[in-house]
């Protein structure tokens, strides 16, 4: 089963407001990725968790706050966010990380929250 | 970083029609990976293919990592091919990020 979940599939928000989107896998992997997308363009990076532990946060705004409480889980938490922070999160998942030595591995998406706010 | 383009940006197929998508890297690869999006937005893994050839029904792709570029091949397209086709890529040097080009958008039409 190659699969990741991801709730709740729409969130409507204001500026104010705090809420947490939530992505679960039960495939044993290590690796976990979120990613925004707006609308007509690629998905992009914005943090990586390897063995529960940040691994990269690709100098994405502090009220953007991931959490790893466990290997199968990834949180992200939403704190007074802006209307251009409306977009399509991705969550995804991989066996491990990409190693220093170059070993990489297939990364698998979750069916995103379309998150607007208002 | 490391730079990905994909041709064309835009295709429109009569259904039945064939088709190849191309992806053009800027540096050596140790992950190469096609996305079909579909309009809902989920990413559907097509191929892990960061050398060699993969088929799987009616898609088979091609990866030339010593020319940096991967084709996708699409055949007897189906209206439900439609959708946007995204290469991404992971440098060799371990410990980067998968970068996407910015997709090829299909609509196949009736």
């Known amino acids: 089963d190659t699969e990741v979940t991801q709730t709740p599939k729409h969130l409507v928000m204001g500026m104010t407001n705090k809420k947490s989107l939530k992505c679960e896998q039960h495939?044993?992997?290590?690796?976990m990725y979120w990613y925004k997308q707006k609308a007509k363009k690629p998905p992009e990076l914005m943090f990586v968790?390897?063995?529960?532990?940040?691994?990269i946060n690709e100098s994405v705004p502090s009220r953007f706050s991931p959490e790893c409480p466990n290997s199968s889980l990834l949180n992200l938490h939403l704190h007074a966010l802006q209307p251009e922070d409306s977009a399509l999160y991705l969550c995804?998942?991989?066996?491990?990380?990409?190693?220093?030595?170059?070993?990489?591995?297939?990364?698998?998406f979750g069916p995103g929250t379309r998150l607007t706010v208002t | 970083g490391i730079q990905v383009e994909q041709s064309p940006p835009d295709l429109i197929l009569q259904e039945g029609a064939n088709s190849t998508l191309r992806c053009n890297f800027s540096?050596?690869?140790?992950?190469l990976q096609w996305f079909h999006q579909n309009p809902w937005g989920q990413l559907i893994n097509l191929f892990y293919?960061?050398?060699g050839t993969k088929q799987n029904g009616r898609l088979s792709a091609t990866t030339v990592a010593t020319e940096r570029y991967s084709l996708l091949y699409i055949s007897s397209s189906q209206t439900t091919d439609s959708g946007v086709y995204f290469c991404?890529?992971?440098?060799?040097?371990?410990?980067?990020?998968?970068?996407f080009g910015k997709g090829t958008r299909l609509s196949v039409i009736a």
């Open positions: 995804a998942s991989s066996l491990r990380y990409t190693t220093a030595s170059g070993s990489s591995y297939e990364q698998y």
């Open positions: 495939m044993g992997h290590r690796a």
């Open positions: 968790y390897s063995y529960e532990k940040l691994s």
């Open positions: 540096d050596s690869v140790n992950n």
């Open positions: 293919i960061p050398s």
């Open positions: 991404a890529v992971e440098r060799g040097s371990g410990n980067t990020p998968l970068v």
